[in-house]
């Protein structure tokens, strides 16, 4: 991989150019805490990617910046935390804290403690990274994250970080595939022993959430396999890579959610799919018939694997309406009951196919159909 380029230089600039830090620097005065960037934002900002998810954490009373900030906020107590909408924007705030897990895959018991510690807690050494929004902006990086991400380097902080949270290791896969990192020898080493069913379903299924939402969804899974955190169907890479720039386009956000689409593909074309994929549809209402009540993630692993009448079938055969309804059938005489579904039927499979058009052609044909023992 690639070693990311990163600029500590234009650390300062960036930063002052994102409004909501500036309402958080005066925010911080007017309450007299300390108040630091830390984590991801701090990394993005080093590589001068932009991140939307700013994350500022409080050596002292939090909620005293969390009301001088205004804005809705909502407030989680047992974490020291809080989500603030301000006027320039989101902020997540926290306190300065330290943990520890009381069995392995626990969730944390968190006590205040000062940035230092709290650098202490986190995932990798490229996350542990603060910088002060007071004065000037010098990274307060004990833990060298600053030179680990320069040399493409994951690293853990210390080696029970995987027994007390073995999701990190997939958090670790994202970043890895995302900024081209490769894990230093001791946590590749951890990395082998990571037991992920120390953490409840619900916890996995959110990180892996978070790795299929990513812009390339393939490296970073394939990457998770590699270490032995996933297992991948023999056609899954190929397949997530494909699935994911489907969906990602027209029609298709509507049809199939990308993250669970790639979810699916990474176990391989389900038998459903595949059937859909083996179909050759001679008219348009057969392509309706086939296709019609599909789950939408089923049509898209199909149409990766060549089902291109499925396309027409989303533009066009879908949207097909009769102009007539069951109430026309009732009141030209046709008995309530499955007889009226049997003509509506019969005139949309005949207007799909090009055979009847217009009110008129669609009633007789229905009227005809609806008569048929």
Do not use: C
């Given at each position: 991989?690639?070693?990311?380029?990163?600029?500590?230089?234009?650390?300062?600039?960036?930063?002052?150019a994102?409004?909501?830090?500036?309402?958080?620097?005066?925010?911080?005065?007017?309450?007299?805490?300390?108040?630091?960037?830390?984590?991801?934002?701090?990394?993005?900002?080093?590589?001068?990617?932009?991140?939307?998810?700013?994350?500022?954490?409080?050596?002292g009373?939090?909620?005293?910046?969390?009301?001088?900030?205004?804005?809705?906020?909502?407030?989680?107590?047992?974490?020291?935390?809080?989500?603030?909408?301000?006027?320039?924007?989101?902020?997540?705030?926290?306190?300065?804290?330290?943990?520890?897990?009381p069995?392995?895959?626990?969730?944390?018991?968190?006590?205040?403690?000062?940035?230092?510690?709290?650098?202490?807690?986190?995932?990798?050494?490229?996350n542990?990274?603060?910088?002060?929004?007071?004065?000037?902006?010098?990274p307060?990086?004990?833990?060298?994250?600053?030179?680990?991400?320069?040399?493409?380097?994951?690293?853990?902080?210390?080696?029970?970080?995987?027994?007390?949270?073995?999701?990190r290791?997939?958090?670790?896969?994202?970043?890895?595939?995302?900024?081209?990192?490769?894990?230093?020898?001791?946590?590749a080493e951890?990395?082998?022993?990571?037991?992920?069913?120390?953490?409840?379903?619900?916890?996995?299924?959110?990180?892996?959430?978070?790795?299929?939402?990513?812009?390339?969804?393939?490296?970073?899974?394939?990457?998770?396999?590699?270490?032995?955190?996933?297992?991948?169907?023999?056609?899954?890479?190929?397949?997530?890579?494909?699935?994911?720039?489907?969906?990602?386009?027209?029609?298709?956000?509507?049809v199939?959610?990308?993250?669970?689409?790639?979810?699916?593909?990474?176990?391989?074309?389900?038998?459903?799919?595949?059937?859909?994929?083996?179909?050759?549809p001679?008219?348009p209402?057969?392509?309706?018939?086939?296709?019609?009540?599909?789950?939408?993630?089923?049509?898209?692993?199909?149409?990766?694997?060549?089902?291109?009448?499925?396309?027409?079938?989303?533009?066009?055969?879908?949207?097909?309406?009769?102009?007539?309804s069951?109430?026309?059938?009732?009141?030209?005489?046709?008995?309530?009951?499955?007889?009226?579904?049997?003509?509506?039927?019969?005139?949309?499979?005949?207007?799909?196919?090009?055979?009847?058009?217009?009110?008129?052609?669609?009633?007789?044909?229905?009227?005809?159909?609806?008569?048929?023992?």
């Amino acid at each position: 991989m690639t070693s990311p380029q990163i600029d500590p230089e234009g650390l300062g600039a960036r930063l002052a150019a994102i409004p909501v830090l500036g309402l958080v620097r005066a925010a911080a005065e007017a309450a007299g805490v300390s108040a630091y960037l830390v984590g991801g934002s701090v990394r993005d900002a080093l590589l001068g990617l932009e991140n939307v998810d700013l994350d500022v954490v409080v050596e002292g009373d939090h909620l005293a910046l969390v009301r001088e900030l205004g804005g809705e906020a909502r407030v989680h107590d047992r974490f020291g935390t809080a989500a603030v909408e301000t006027r320039e924007g989101p902020i997540d705030v926290a306190a300065s804290r330290a943990e520890t897990y009381p069995h392995p895959g626990a969730l944390p018991e968190v006590r205040p403690a000062p940035i230092r510690e709290d650098l202490a807690r986190r995932d990798f050494t490229i996350n542990a990274i603060a910088v002060p929004l007071a004065g000037e902006p010098e990274p307060i990086d004990p833990y060298g994250g600053v030179e680990d991400l320069r040399a493409g380097v994951l690293r853990v902080l210390h080696d029970r970080s995987f027994v007390d949270d073995p999701t990190r290791a997939l958090r670790g896969a994202r970043y890895a595939a995302r900024l081209g990192l490769e894990p230093d020898r001791e946590t590749a080493e951890l990395l082998r022993a990571v037991d992920l069913s120390t953490v409840s379903g619900d916890r996995v299924e959110a990180e892996l959430r978070k790795l299929a939402a990513e812009p390339d969804p393939r490296k970073g899974f394939e990457v998770a396999a590699r270490w032995g955190l996933v297992e991948l169907a023999p056609d899954a890479p190929e397949l997530i890579e494909r699935v994911a720039a489907l969906v990602s386009a027209e029609p298709w956000p509507e049809v199939a959610n990308r993250v669970d689409a790639v979810l699916a593909a990474r176990l391989g074309a389900s038998p459903q799919a595949r059937e859909l994929a083996e179909l050759r549809p001679a008219s348009p209402s057969e392509a309706v018939e086939a296709a019609h009540g599909r789950d939408g993630i089923d049509l898209a692993i199909a149409r990766v694997l060549g089902a291109e009448w499925i396309d027409r079938y989303l533009a066009e055969w879908r949207h097909v309406r009769l102009e007539i309804s069951g109430r026309d059938l009732l009141d030209a005489g046709v008995p309530e009951g499955p007889a009226v579904g049997r003509g509506l039927e019969a005139a949309l499979r005949a207007r799909l196919d090009g055979e009847v058009s217009g009110r008129a052609e669609e009633l007789r044909l229905a009227l005809d159909a609806a008569g048929a023992s």
